[in-house]
């Protein structure tokens, strides 16, 4: 059961490397979003800029990238969390899912997570509840 534990915890902790990872690239897409918002405010008439109604869906799909890369980012961390202290096995599960489509890290961590979680040791884990 204890080394059960310890391998929760240090799935945790790539979790938290993973959450690191996404959640300083979810704002990328923040240039996006200022150059749709400089094409819609102040077009050039005559330089070849595309015209303010294509820049609008160029702004909103950055900006929902954005909040889904946070919400994934923030998912993580979360899961990070209830791994460390072997909660939340349903959640843990379907975060490593989601972990799955982040190529290539978060494909391998979901994988080894996914194996992990699936093991009788670690389901007696989950039970018990929170790790000392």
């Not at 015209?51 to 909103?60: G, I, Q, W, Y």
């Not at 978060?106 to 699936?118: D, I």
């Amino acid at each position: 059961m204890d080394e059960a534990r310890e391998r929760l915890r240090t799935l945790g902790w790539f979790f938290y490397m993973l959450a690191g990872a996404v959640g300083l690239m979810a704002p990328f897409p923040l240039a996006y979003i200022l150059l749709g918002t400089g094409f819609l405010t102040a077009p050039i008439e005559g330089s070849g800029q595309p015209p303010a109604e294509t820049s609008m869906p160029l702004v909103v799909v950055s900006a929902v990238g954005i909040v889904v890369g946070l919400a994934i980012g923030l998912g993580l961390a979360f899961a990070g969390r209830a791994l460390g202290r072997a909660r939340g096995y349903r959640f843990c599960i379907a975060m490593s899912w989601v972990a799955c489509l982040l190529v290539p890290v978060g494909t391998l961590l979901g994988y080894y997570a996914l194996r992990e979680l699936g093991r009788p040791e670690t389901r007696a884990a989950f039970q018990h509840g929170r790790t000392p």
